[in-house]
């Protein structure tokens, strides 16, 4: 229609298009709000003259055409040591990977429920710009959660809600080891944080890990010579190795920590996954001095993709890390995060991790019963006490390249050996995650792993 | 019940409690899938002898009783120039923001349909990790969008998903300019932008703005003297000023930084608002050398709290950022990624975008009414061509501080100045964001400043 016309009756419209006046009258209604169409009381509706086409304006004539811009005009920072590559899953594939949840027990219909209800209530005032702290419904719902769950006892002030637990860890990195400030952890250890920490400049010191975790006497001999600023540790699982760190260590690390005064960065991504006995309470449950910044996340419970975690610390640090938060990220997602606080306040989330637990210890004590029956002879390794994954050493006769490649054409992949030894220490080991598999993946990872190894020989 | 004790069957537990036998079985499943029971065939459902109940294990005797940590024990950086005091919003008090998008215009059932329907795909393969660029149908549909609506001509590879601009701004901020790396910017500037680059280490120098945006001349001064490795620049209503940058002198900035080899960081969180005549294709359309890092978000069109947005550059830097943003965050929330694809996809999101921008135009005109008429002798401002707010400068025989506080007691609260010189110009100017506040509000607005400025004289 021309700008200026006059538009049909909604009556005469609703008839002629055999459709209910009340569906005409509300696409008038749409028009008008887009503003397509006027309407003149008792003249009708009308086809604007001014139609609101914002047309773009170029400032150039020579307009580009093609600009594949693979190559920029500018210097920049390029970070090889952070070099990445993504995985490809191909369709069939098993993918035995780092010890990764299975996203086919993701609680997608509460998280789906819960969704729509925060929607519903109306919240339209909490889609501004909210606290830099996190959602204040998701810091009260975790406080009882935290306490109760972990044995802390802290309050609202010193609960800073980041993404996952990667922001955390950068966070901390940042305001503590930047410039380098040194730091020590434990080796073998998670290459993610390892690039977080030598991203911000660290120097990084490294003390080995034993059965009983990281080695704290080595960790004190540093600290006599060295002028410590933060130790990062995993207090249940250690990445890649899956230790618990001792009750004792735990001690002797609190010690340690208010004798030189350096941070704890007590990475418990595994707190939930515990399946032989009690999981030991986090260091942070007794921090009497305020040396222990603790770090989690729901990226393991409910799922990687749902990216919500916290970092816990004495106050004055908490209020320093929400402000670097907010000049790389302003703040977090108000929905989801308040989709999470229902789920822990109707206790979803409690039940969720029961659930879990139960279906990964059964997938735990098959795949390493069958690891053992059928590979024992070149793999080397401990039934983990929790976690999702299992450590596992290789014969030095082997070499963890060749089996990948042989294992890839039979529809198994495996992680690349070298995240697991980013210091270059020989450890010939290898992380298998067996949560995100069930039943018979896992029992077909272990037979095409038997066949490579039957070919080797 | 006792640990081994058998359940009633399902029958008899229906008819005792009067419910149907359906729900009993599915809390039985229930029961059985959290561990807490085990059914043997032919025998019935018995209370597990060992029950899942992980208890926790301190590790200490001295439990920690009263710990209010608000000191920690070991050293951080302080970064005092990231001071930031949260807005502390009274209820029935009007709040002249910034220029934020009004929340009450969300379209909330939109991204709830489109929500639930992601959900629904049984998308559960896509809870897992995703791609550190971003979600691929993201990707794809930003594509075609920007490509349409900027007249860009970009590729797949040039694009990084991220959270706000905020986070595009500091992931360009360090790899750019951090460790005193040279930048230009205009003055006066947005406040978050400045942290950001303060926070990395740039080296700032600031050239004036007028009416036409950032001055080129005196960018290419200092490009002489100097080794400029980036200039800031927001193409459109220039923040806080309003001002567009002229089609001349995006065609100088863009000679220039093919000449000096620096790159253009530019903010065009306005494009999509405009109401004067068509907003001017973006330095990005016509990025033929690689110098242009183009950074834009949802939050302005959707609501500040669905945190995604863009960056835009040739594909050897989106591959750095994107390295960079996997040590920082990981990834998105792929839930919602997927969620505004679909709004995009389906033309929902420039269907809300033309609504807005005639709510938004009414406001402007009627805030710049109101203002000119009844405060025009104090304050001096410019009817911006587009965005969501007025930058009003103040009579220098007045000062905001005061009035602040005056209309803060009528219920109107404004923002602090010193936001608006951070170099400490003494613009005496303040920004007004009409878009957030509806046609009561406005004249309710207007009229408590102009009770304040009576009071004043």
Redesign the interface.
């Known amino acids: 229609m021309r700008a200026g016309s006059k538009l049909p009756g909604t009556r005469l419209m609703a008839e002629t298009l055999n459709i209910h006046r009340k569906t005409v009258v509300a696409a008038y209604d749409e028009l008008k709000?887009?503003?397509w169409t006027d309407s003149i009381p008792a003249k009708g509706t009308f086809v604007c003259s001014a139609l609101?086409v914002?047309?773009?304006?170029?400032?150039?004539n020579?307009?580009?055409?093609?600009?594949?811009?693979?190559?920029?005009?500018?210097?920049?920072?390029?970070?090889k040591h952070?070099?990445?590559t993504?995985l490809k899953r191909e369709r069939g594939s098993i993918y035995l990977g780092d010890g990764?949840?299975d996203?086919?027990l993701?609680p997608?219909k509460e998280?789906?429920v819960e969704?729509?209800n925060v929607?519903?209530l109306n919240y339209?005032?909490?889609?501004?710009?909210?606290?830099?702290y996190g959602n204040l419904y998701l810091r009260e719902a975790l406080l009882s959660y935290l306490n109760e769950?972990?044995?802390l006892?802290?309050?609202i002030?010193?609960i800073l809600i980041t993404?996952?637990s990667?922001?955390g860890i950068?966070l901390a990195s940042?305001?503590?080891v930047?410039d380098a400030k040194e730091l020590i952890i434990g080796e073998t250890n998670y290459k993610?944080a390892i690039?977080?920490f030598n991203?911000t400049g660290a120097k990084i010191y490294t003390v080995e890990i034993d059965k009983n975790g990281i080695i704290t006497d080595q960790i004190e001999s540093l600290c006599k010579k060295k002028n410590v600023?933060?130790v990062y540790v995993t207090s249940h699982h250690h990445h890649p190795t899956t230790v618990s760190l001792s009750?004792e260590r735990?001690?002797h690390l609190l010690a340690l920590?208010?004798t030189y005064?350096?941070?704890i960065i007590e990475d418990d991504y595994a707190y939930d996954f515990?399946y032989s006995?009690?999981?030991?309470?986090p260091l942070a449950?007794?921090?009497?001095?305020?040396?222990v910044i603790y770090i989690g996340s729901f990226s393991k419970t409910i799922?990687?993709?749902?990216?919500i975690g916290y970092l816990i610390?004495?106050?004055?640090?908490v209020k320093?890390a929400a402000?670097?938060r907010?000049?790389?990220?302003?703040?977090?997602?108000?929905?989801?995060e308040r989709t999470i606080a229902s789920m822990i306040k109707e206790d979803l989330l409690k039940?969720h991790s029961?659930?879990l637990?139960?279906i990964y210890k059964t997938r735990r004590d098959l795949f390493c019963k069958l690891l053992k029956e059928n590979l024992g002879n070149y793999l080397n390794f401990d039934i983990p006490d929790g976690g999702m994954a299992v450590w596992v050493l290789l014969d030095k006769k082997y070499n963890w390249d060749l089996i990948k490649k042989m294992a890839e054409r039979s529809g198994l992949i495996i992680n690349d050996w070298r995240r697991y030894d980013p210091f270059f220490k020989g450890h010939n080991g290898l992380r298998m995650g067996f949560s995100?598999l069930n039943e018979e993946e896992i029992r077909k990872s272990v037979s095409i792993l038997k066949n490579v190894f039957q070919k080797l020989n």
Chains 1, 2 share one sequence.
């Open positions: 709000s887009q503003g609101p914002i047309e773009k304006q170029p400032f150039t020579n307009q580009l055409l093609n600009s594949e811009k693979n190559v920029s005009g500018f210097s920049f920072t390029r970070k952070l070099e990445f993504e990764l949840p996203s086919r993701s997608i998280i789906a969704y729509r929607l519903k339209n005032q909490d889609l501004g710009y909210d606290s830099i769950t972990r044995g006892s802290i309050n002030d010193q993404r996952g990667q922001m950068y940042r305001l503590i930047s993610a690039d977080a991203e600023s933060a009750p735990r001690m920590a208010k005064q350096f941070a515990h006995n009690a999981p030991i309470l449950s007794n921090d009497v001095h305020g040396n799922a990687p993709a749902i990216r610390a004495p106050k004055d640090f320093e402000q670097l907010r000049i790389i990220d302003r703040q977090g997602d108000v929905l989801l039940r029961k659930k637990i139960k995100s």
